[in-house]
């Protein structure tokens, strides 16, 4: 207890130190100079930071053109609102600097206060109000495949050719990110004849802890792709199951869990991907089998290719969210995500398949 209350004291007299500073300083880059110096001073590590602005307002446009055709492009942004720092309504007026062709939809809930949604409207965004459902799935999966899926068949209706479905608490800052997505899928493209009916690759962003060796893990942050082939991957069953969240229920005996039990408990990206793959395939893929459908079907894309924010469970450490270092090290192979780098060396066969790779995931844990 009395650990807890110093902690307590010690937060707080930090919490109210850097509000001071702030105010005295104007300056926030010259404070944050100083902490990274004396930080690398004091620290075996070298400290490093990026600042991303809460509003649209600074944006500066550039002058450069594009190709790009009004309304070939939509943006789905899809679950409950983001009202911290009105999240969602800032990111609605970054797009619209970002992406000015571009159509955007918010797919939500109809229990959504009506000042939301007329703010919204006000955006100049398309809204589809959706039912709320009574069988939320495993981790609340069948959320995210009512949201998603009812806004890329209105971005379908309204004629994109291409979407990028997003979470309403993340936010994608580079500009021309349409035309280098875009341009991915053109550079690498598909048999037209596939088994699974897509037009072109799926492009996800690259993942946290443990994607490396776990089947079917895309993460679910942001897809983009032709409407068409989004409107497939999220055109798939809901989860019977009703559990908000099972990672209490579901720990091992050393009250861990495992790369095991990810794959019998998908989380909700492994399991989207599981039900797509399953419209078309009998059974679960190997890990060999995995890396083939990633490399001839799919694109996985850095976060900072994009520059894009989560805005959940205060990620300011990016380096171990997606286990590049957790500080001084790197981080062993159950725990590697799939980098941009790893993902081009896996579609080109760079990687030697070995069978240890199958059972990797059975070392993959967190507490």
Known sequence: MKMQLVKSILRKFFSCTISLMIRLCRNEKVMLDIFSRNFEKYSDNYFCYKLRPKKADYFIPSN??????????????????????????????????LFPGAIIIVSTWDYTDPSIVQTLELLGCEVVLNKDIPVCGLGNVNYQICTSLAGLKRAKELGAEFALKNRSDLRVYREFAFEYLKSLVELNTISSSNAYGLKGRIITQAGNWGQMFNPM??????YFGYTDDLINLFDIPYDDRNIHCYRKENLDAKRVLTGETLAKWPASEINITKRFIQKYHNSDLSLKDWWN??????????????????????????????????????????????SSSDFINIMNHKYIYEEWMENEKANYTIG
């Open 293 to 338: 459908f990633l490399g001839e079907y799919c694109y996985i894309v850095d976060s900072e290719d994009l520059l894009t924010l989560w805005n959940k469970y205060g990620l300011n450490d990016l380096g171990q969210f997606y286990c590049e270092y957790d500080g001084k090290h790197n981080y062993r192979d159950p725990f590697r995500h799939i």
């Open 217 to 222: 893990w895309l993460q679910d942050f942001l």
């Open 64 to 97: 450069i053109k594009t190709t790009t055709i009004s309304g070939e492009f939509a943006i789905v942004l899809q679950g409950v609102i983001e009202m911290r720092d009105e999240f969602t309504f800032e990111t609605i007026k970054l797009y619209r600097k």
